[in-house]
């Protein structure tokens, strides 16, 4: 069956402007977590979605949104970007059924000029 | 204030040898742990995990080790193999692993040399 998928997998912005970025879990799925990946921080969470509902927060700013829709698909928006938001953003699904693994997506790259 | 550590971020170790991979924590709210591999432009991919009602898992050539009191677990692979080369996250949750919540060290590449 078809993995995680994220749209776009690269992208340019500049400080100030905002972006979104897109999830497609595994079929099934009903969980989308979004996770941020730095070089200096290793991946940190950002937030999970289940049913339409955001269940847990990490630490960013209010910058950082995100929201799922009724078929799972998650978007992830981050607002005035700034250079320290340059990052690999990764996306994973899970079923909820026992102890839960996450299955992650390629990621999408984002590069703040 | 990190609470998953991984204090090595890289290892090299010969093929057919043992990898170990180590990996710290201070939550101890945390019971279960996981270890994800990441190839250079792909997603995590799910290795193994371990629930903290035990102290040891194996997965073909992978186990992983928990010590609850010393708050330390590790992943052995035995025998490495140059396709192991990778970076290696250890990750942590609460809920028994429901939390899909997980906390990440920052990794630790390793390198298996033919």
Known sequence: KAGVTQTPRYLIKTRGQQVTLS???????????????TPGQGLQFLFE???????????????????????????????????GDSA???????TQQGANVLTFGAGSRLTVL | DQQVKQ??????????RISILNCDYTNSMFDYFLWYK??????????????SIKD??????FTVFLN???????????????????????AA????????????????????NP
Not at chain 1, 23 to 37: F, K, M, T
Not at chain 2, 97 to 111: A, E, H, R, W
Request: charged share 15%; aromatic share 10%; hydrophobic share 25%.
């Open chain 2, 7 to 16: 204090n090595s971020p890289s290892l090299s170790v010969q093929e057919g």
């Open chain 2, 93 to 112: 949750t609460d809920s028994g692993g429901s939390n899909y919540k997980l906390t990440f060290g920052k990794g630790t590449l390793l390198t298996v």
């Open chain 2, 68 to 90: 609850k009191s010393a708050k330390h677990l590790s992943l052995h692979i035995v025998p490495s193999q140059p396709g192991d080369s990778a970076v290696y996250f250890c």
């Open chain 2, 56 to 61: 040891k898992n194996e997965d073909g050539r």
């Open chain 1, 88 to 94: 690999l953003y990764l996306c994973a699904s899970g």
């Open chain 1, 23 to 37: 999830c497609s879990p595994i079929s099934g799925h009903r969980s989308v977590s979004w996770y941020q990946q």
């Open chain 1, 49 to 83: 979605y289940f049913s339409e509902t955001q269940r847990n927060k990490g630490n960013f700013p209010g910058r950082f949104s995100g929201r799922q829709f009724s078929n799972s698909r998650s978007e992830m928006n981050v607002s005035t970007l700034e250079l």
């Open chain 2, 38 to 51: 990441k190839y250079p432009a792909e997603g995590p991919t799910f290795l193994i995990s371990i629930s």
